[in-house]
T-cell receptor, first 114, second 112 residues
């Protein structure tokens, strides 16, 4: 089954404790993204990657890191989480043909930073 | 800076009615526009993708149009059903840097 998986689905942590949210897709997609969704602010792109070893900042990259060492995986790293990073996070992937293709979203990771 | 606006923010209509959701964007230099559906507490499901060279796309009771020059897209839902209740989001993929910008969504409630 074609899918985007994220782990963990729910996470409670404390300020400053490094964490990683994993994202994996099995569709051989080039383009992968991370978003955060907050009430009243909608979905905002954090980072995106157009292929292995190619990453770019989205609209809200501060406090986050990503890496793309393999095509299927795109982990989101919070080196020193803060309470303002409490949010619902989504990973997404799509083919990259230069014009854009349908994005497929993971189920989301709900993060609470105390 | 690309901005994507969805109006109205919320909408309640009786079952069976046809309805139109609106999406506007400020920068017409886009690759495509995509409409999504999001159920409470769930992820996003793609409904329709319109390439910048296309005018509309249809899937079942859904029809999405794109007028790139005026920066507008509409999602038309025919014969609405209670199962259509969800939040509908539009997103554009910007031409110059491949960033994707979302609107804040329209929360739709279909009354039985």
């Amino acid at each position: 089954e074609a899918q985007v998986t994220q782990n963990p689905r729910y996470l409670i942590t404390v300020t400053g404790k490094k964490l990683t949210v994993t994202c994996s897709q099995n569709m051989n997609h080039e383009y992968m993204s991370w978003y955060r969704q907050d009430p009243g602010l909608g979905l905002r792109q954090i980072y995106y990657s157009m292929n292995v070893e190619v990453t770019d900042k989205g609209d809200v990259p501060e406090g986050y890191k990503v890496s793309r060492k393999e095509k299927r995986n795109f982990p989101l790293i919070l080196e020193s989480p803060s309470p303002n990073q409490t949010s619902l996070y989504f990973c997404a992937s799509s083919l990259f043909t230069g014009r854009g293709e349908t994005q497929y979203f993971g189920p989301g990771t709900r993060l609470l930073v105390l | 800076k690309q901005e994507v606006t969805q109006i109205p923010a919320a909408l309640s209509v009786p079952e069976g009615e046809n309805l139109v959701l609106n999406c506007s964007f400020t920068d017409s230099a886009i690759y495509n526009l995509q409409w999504f559906r999001q159920d409470p507490g769930k992820g996003l499901t793609s409904l329709l993708l319109i390439q910048s060279s296309q005018r509309e796309q249809t899937s079942g009771r859904l029809n999405a149009s794109l007028d790139k020059s005026s920066g507008r897209s509409t999602l038309y839902i025919a014969a609405s059903q209670p199962g259509d209740s969800a939040t509908y989001l539009c997103a554009v993929k910007r031409h110059r840097d491949d960033k994707i910008i979302f609107g804040k969504g329209t929360r739709l409630h279909i009354l039985p």
